[in-house]
């Protein structure tokens, strides 16, 4: 005897398929959900005043715009004078000036620090505590203590000097002189961001396996050819962080120059930063100010950008 089995309703094959249906629709909700608070942080403390100075860099904004609310469009006349201006030229020169060369310093001499602290010996983690301390006190009280170092007649550094015959009797000017003020400016940055790149880089050596040095220990590779072909492949994320957010805090760095030079003397320690405060703060024209300030936000963007797809490309052939 046969059996006939009755087919199950369409409406019924719809139902029991639906949830599933519904299943990716809810975890993408959830996603986003999740994001959201985020996100709404973003567009309100970063894109928020993004749009802002981008619209006020195109408006005639003065101190007496903010009790009638009056900024009337200028157009392009607020990015004509300040491309015209020639401190701003001169800023944008000191700027590359002092970032490349604070970039290489604190590079620099923090890898060199942190591959030395990566051999463990006695007082290692006291000595690095000790070498922290530049980065944990604020930046203007470091750039005040320096201006007393720095100082031609009575500060520490010429003092020190002198009786060894390196510098004359008279003292260097450090920071009054236009053609030296520029150099100290980047030797007290690279001072103060040493620590900053030796603890990060420090980190990043801890995570490379020792099985790949003694690998290379028993193929007979010297030092060089170690660091070369272990230590650097392994860091190269590390010392992508490092880099970028060593370029994106320099570039726009402005209490340091205002503690030691206040963009003086002669305008030769004048950067992006300080020109920005002197446009807005000091002359009170906000519109001006804030074309520099989308100069200096298009300059870290396009840096960061090209820095992390080349970092990114090199990555790709590696694998």
């Avoid at 003092?159 to 004359?168: D, R």
């Avoid at 963007?301 to 080349?310: H, N, P, S």
Wanted: hydrophobic share 50%; charged share 10%.
């Amino acid at each position: 005897m046969t059996s006939i089995t009755s087919p199950v309703p369409a409406t019924g094959a719809a139902e029991a398929k639906s949830p599933t249906g519904r299943a990716p629709a809810r975890r993408g909700l959830l996603r986003w959900l999740f994001v959201a608070p985020a996100l709404a942080y973003m567009a309100l403390f970063f894109g928020y005043p993004l749009v802002r100075n981008i619209v006020m860099s195109f408006q005639h904004y003065t101190p007496k715009t903010y009790f009638t609310g009056e900024a009337p469009f200028n157009g392009f006349d607020n990015w004509r004078a300040v491309f015209a201006n020639e401190l701003f030229t001169d800023a944008l020169w000191h700027t590359a000036l002092f970032t490349v060369g604070s970039l290489l310093g604190q590079f620099t001499l923090g890898l060199a620090l942190a591959v030395f602290f990566s051999r463990r010996f006695r007082l290692s983690g006291f000595v690095r505590a000790i070498l922290l301390l530049p980065w944990l006190v604020p930046m203007v009280v470091s750039a005040v203590v320096w201006r007393r170092i720095l100082d031609q007649d009575h500060g520490m550094l010429n003092t020190a000097l002198h009786p060894v015959g390196l510098v004359p009797q008279d003292g260097v000017p450090w920071l009054s002189s236009p053609g030296v003020a520029l150099l100290s400016a980047v030797l007290v940055n690279i001072w103060i961001g040493i620590p900053f790149n030796m603890v990060i880089l420090y980190g990043g050596l801890q995570e490379i396996p020792r099985d790949l040095y003694e690998a290379a220990s028993l193929d007979g590779c010297g030092p060089w050819r170690t660091f070369r072909s272990i230590t650097l492949p392994m860091l190269r994320p590390v010392i992508t962080v490092v880099l970028v957010l060593g370029f994106m805090s320099t570039v726009k760095i402005l209490d340091l120059i205002l503690a030691l030079t206040s963009g003086g003397p002669a305008d030769s320690t004048q950067t992006l930063g300080t020109v920005t405060y002197q446009l807005s703060f000091l002359q009170l024209d906000f519109g001006q100010g804030a074309v520099v300030g989308n100069v200096l936000i298009l300059i870290s963007a396009v840096f960061a950008v090209l820095y992390l797809r080349a970092n990114r490309a090199d990555f790709g052939k590696g694998k």
